[in-house]
């Protein structure tokens, strides 16, 4: 795979199953390299696979989250508009009529659902505030009043003065209404079955940005009613709400963060009437609510439909919901895999599944079987070889408490040196609560076709694993659950996993190693840059966070630290510095390539600034790249043009120092 490559990507979107489960709309995403921009409409194809799939829409502006109407003859969807903001269409499906459209918004929309009558749709949209009614000029407007935390999000800008609402609208047309809004961010919204009542997620209550718990609320449809009505009661945080079939309960994803923070959420059941909480499936030590692939549990026959992370898969599973089975699961759909989105209704499954060797593609699934729904991923694969499928080894952590999970890809034609050994990039994932998934991604693709052996892991700190090992990167200064603090055993097992590849592969290059990764990712590239220089001869830090004090003001997750780490900056400052590798750059003696997006809220900019600024007094080799109109996520969804020039950069760099294939074109900057 090369940098221009990108431009070949298709990726498909969460599978929509029609009522009577025959057939499944999917949002298909193709990149228009030429135009610097993203192509995405809807596509059917019938579940029993009688037929290729077919495209429906094909809006200049792009078609998304597909939702059927309760009998199957229309589908909602979202049409971006002309300068942004959205339409919510209605489609007829296989009956005659003409396309309709309900209401148009000047902000996104997102999670449009069918009332169980078919006559309205929920959906959730941002309200803007009285100081947008001004005009365009925004210096004409009245200043922002920030009363909270969390008034910005990276991707969306400011969210103060726009808040995150659900609004209800005739399926026919009209004028949406807002049923739960601000100052509060909803998301979420699930219908009752009797159409009277929407869950919503949300937190209301006094001091809500300080608490950091999501709850389910419960909002009269018409918009009366005296406003959203807690339910849930306990200290747990609730996400992605659905009702049983008839009423009674609802299940969701609940995590008890308040105990400490991170927490693995588990599916439990909510009672209506008494809002008396049933956690599930807790014999099974692993995180229910995986990134990607979370999606509100699925009822069953009596049971809920939930994936679950494992040691890098995504895996689709089967829970009691009564709590039959003493807390435990069944598996439905295992192995190397990365279920990354999934839906049931009519009697059939459809999920997308991703391995190392294959973009996501649609499959039905029974009982453990796969059979394959699309292939629109196939042009890129024939266009660009899979190469080698990547080999998985099992390293011992430092902890002695297990393994941790490593995986090494060498290259079909590897860029040697003069003694025949291969570079090697160790590539580290960011979160850190996430995981690196049985999935084929592109990065990986990138560093081996230019002839490097990469090498991943998932270090202590990751998702995937028991929920104390996802706690141990706490501060050793929390009075709950302690832990190494960042840049400990993280540290110690991003480090051992490169060295069993070493070790097992004898044609690896230990001289030439190149350490790479973004967000928490690229702390981890900072942090043994600055503690262990001699083991790499490059590295790249990437929308990195190097100076945690000041990210717990400066980032849009303000004050969250103090829950993730269990110690607050106004407690311990001193533990902040210690584990911030900017307060050890001293310490970095290697080429250091920085990259960042300038729009990025999530780790702002300044912390590449800082980097940069420490490492050029020092008079050490640096190189800084900033991406302008791009948001933490640009190497995922940010314009294709940087996401190429992003590769080339990366890879020109790494060339001149470990060996590499350069590519041909490389930004003048």
Known sequence: MQPSDIGRLVTLGAPAVSPDGTVVAVAVRRVDLGANRYRTAIWLTPTDGSSPPRRLTGSEHGDSSPAWSPDGTRLAVVTGREGGGAQLRVLPIGVPGEPVVVCERPEPVSEPVWSPDGTRIAFVSRERAARWATGDDDRAREPRRIGQLFSRLDGEGWIIDRPSTVFVVDAGGGDPVAVAGGPYEHSSPAWSPDGRTLAVVADREPDWDLDETARIYLVDATGGGGGPRRLTRTGRHHTHPSWS????????????????????????????????????????????????????????????????????????????????????????????????????????????????????????????????????????????????????????????????????????????????????????????????????????????????AVVWCNPHGSTGYTQDRVRSIRSLLAETAPGTGWGGIDADDVLAALDGPLAAVDRLDRDRVGVLGGSYGGYLTSWPAAHHSARFAAACSERAVNNLESLDWSSDAAGWFGHELGRSLLDAPEEYRRMSPLHHVRGIDVPMLILHSEDDLRCPVEQADALFVALRLLGRPVEYWRFPEESHGMSRDGSPRHRVQRAQIILDFFGRHLGGRRPEQVPAG
């Open 245 to 452: 079939p008839d009423g009674t309960r609802l299940a969701t994803l609940a995590s008890d963060d308040h105990l400490a923070s991170p927490a693995h959420a588990s599916p439990a059941v909510v009672d209506v009437a008494t809002g008396r909480e049933d956690v599930l499936a807790t014999g099974v030590d692993r995180t229910w609510r995986p990134f990607p692939g979370a999606r509100p549990p699925i009822w069953d026959d009596g049971h809920l439909l939930v994936s679950c992370e494992d040691r890098g898969g995504i895996h689709l599973y089967r829970v009691a919901a009564d709590g039959a089975g003493a807390g435990t699961a069944q598996a439905l759909l295992t192995g190397e895999r990365a279920v990354t989105a999934y839906d049931r209704a009519g009697g059939t499954t459809v999920v997308l599944v991703t391995d190392h060797d294959h973009l996501g593609e649609l499959h039905v699934t029974d009982d453990g079987s796969l059979r394959r729904l699309t292939s629109l991923t196939e042009p890129f694969h024939a266009a660009v070889p899979r190469g080698r499928t990547p080999v998985r080894l099992a390293v011992p952590s430092p902890a002695e408490d297990g393994d941790v999970d490593t995986w090494v890809l060498l290259p079909d034609e590897p860029a040697t040196g003069d003694d025949g050994r291969i570079p090697v990039l160790l590539s580290i994932h960011g979160g850190p609560m996430t995981q690196y998934a049985d999935a084929w991604f592109d990065e990986f693709r990138l560093w081996a076709g230019a002839g490097y």
